[in-house]
C-alpha cells in the first residue's frame, strides 16, 4: 500500500493471491539475538519485486479504485497457478516474469530464450531448460495466459 499522508489518500493499494507465493519471493532474515525476548525468532522479507505484474492485484491504483469486475477478473486469471506443485508453479511464475521483461504485448519464442542463463541458474539441476521454457509457455497458452499467434510467436493477453 502506498499513500499520500497530506492528503490522507490510499494512492495504490494491491494483493497477491496466495498462488503467487512461492519460495524465490521469501528472504529469510538473521535470527534475533539471543538478547531479544523473542531470541532466535527469525523472520521473514516478501519480495514484493519478484512478483510478476500479473501477481500484483491493484485495488485501488494511482489514486482510482478499480471497478470490482476488472480486480475479479485480474484475480481469476491466475488462478490456474493453484491447481500446479510448487516447483511447476515456480517455473510458471518465472516464464512469466520474463516475458514481463521483454516489455512488448508480441513476442517471439527467441526472446523469451534470451532468459535462459538466469533460468538455469535458478533451476541448475534442469538441463533442458529451452525444453522447459517451451513446455511452460505452452501451459500458459492452454490456461489463457498468452495467445499463440504463429509458430514461435506469442501474444500476452492484457491484464486489465
Known amino acids: 500500500m502506498n499513500y499520500d499522508v497530506a ?9 497477491v493471491p496466495k498462488q503467487f507465493f512461492v519460495r524465490e519471493i521469501i528472504e529469510e532474515r538473521k535470527p534475533l539475538a539471543s538478547t531479544a525476548r523473542r531470541a532466535g525468532w527469525i523472520g521473514c522479507n516478501i519480495l514484493l519485486n519478484q512478483i510478476p505484474t ?3 492485484v491493484f485495488v485501488v491504483q ?3 479504485i478499480r471497478p470490482k469486475q476488472e480486480v475479479l477478473a485480474q484475480w481469476q486469471k491466475t488462478l490456474f497457478l493453484r491447481e500446479e506443485g510448487e516447483e511447476a508453479r515456480g517455473w ?11 516489455g512488448r504485448r508480441e513476442f517471439q519464442l527467441d ?11 535458478l533451476y541448475p539441476n534442469n538441463r533442458h531448460v529451452k525444453q522447459k521454457i517451451r513446455q511452460q509457455l505452452q501451459v500458459l497458452r492452454d490456461k489463457g495466459y498468452l495467445d499463440f499467434v504463429a509458430r ?3 501474444r500476452l493477453r492484457a491484464c486489465d
Open 7 to 15: 492528503r490522507r489518500e490510499v494512492v495504490n493499494f494491491f494483493v
Open 54 to 56: 500479473s501477481g500484483k
Open 62 to 64: 494511482d489514486g482510482r
Open 92 to 102: 510458471l511464475i518465472e516464464v512469466m516474469k520474463c516475458v514481463e521483461r521483454i
Open 111 to 121: 526472446d523469451v530464450y534470451a532468459f535462459e542463463g538466469a533460468l538455469s541458474a
Open 152 to 154: 514461435g510467436y506469442y
